[in-house]
């Protein structure tokens, strides 16, 4: 059996060029880039009733965050707006801004029930509570 490790380009000369020159690049002022859909991290946790989804959003407004649900899938997605400036006076020295989105679907092995489905988004983390949609057993279809 051949197996094969891939390494990434992009993953060496990061790597390369922070170890070579760490102070050559400009940085953004406030350290953080844009979140890459990868970096949105999640925690789902079950119980007999619900699921309970923890995702990290930090720096993003409320208003912001976008919760989809469609049976058993659930998209999140973000929008990220970091404005960073430094002024003397009137003259602006140095301003930066980030604009993007960042967003991440997975799917849950029950359909969720939309309408008591919660979000809260509290210090960075939101939070969801999606009940599981119940069919109820036994129950009798009318044939039309």
Not at 3 to 17: C, E, K, N, Q, V
Not at 82 to 111: C, H, I, M, N, W
Not at 116 to 126: K, P, T
Not at 132 to 144: D, I, S
Request: avoid cysteine.
């Amino acid at each position: 059996m051949n197996t094969h490790t891939l390494m990434t380009r992009s993953g060496l000369l990061d790597d390369f060029f922070k170890d070579v020159a760490p102070g050559f690049f400009v940085k953004p002022l406030h350290g953080d880039p844009l979140p890459a859909p990868s970096q949105m991290k999640i925690d789902v946790k079950e119980t007999d009733a619900n699921y309970t989804v923890m995702a990290e959003v930090p720096g993003v407004s409320k208003e912001d965050i976008h919760v989809n649900i469609d049976g058993n899938v659930v998209s999140l997605s973000a929008e990220v707006r970091q404005t960073d400036t430094e002024t003397k006076g009137e003259k602006v020295l140095r301003s930066e801004r980030y604009y993007g989105s960042v967003a991440r679907s997975f799917q849950l092995p029950v359909e969720i029930d939309n309408e008591a489905a919660r979000a809260r988004y509290e210090n960075g983390v939101l939070v969801l509570t999606l009940p599981k949609k119940v069919n109820k057993p036994g129950q009798r279809l009318t044939v039309e």
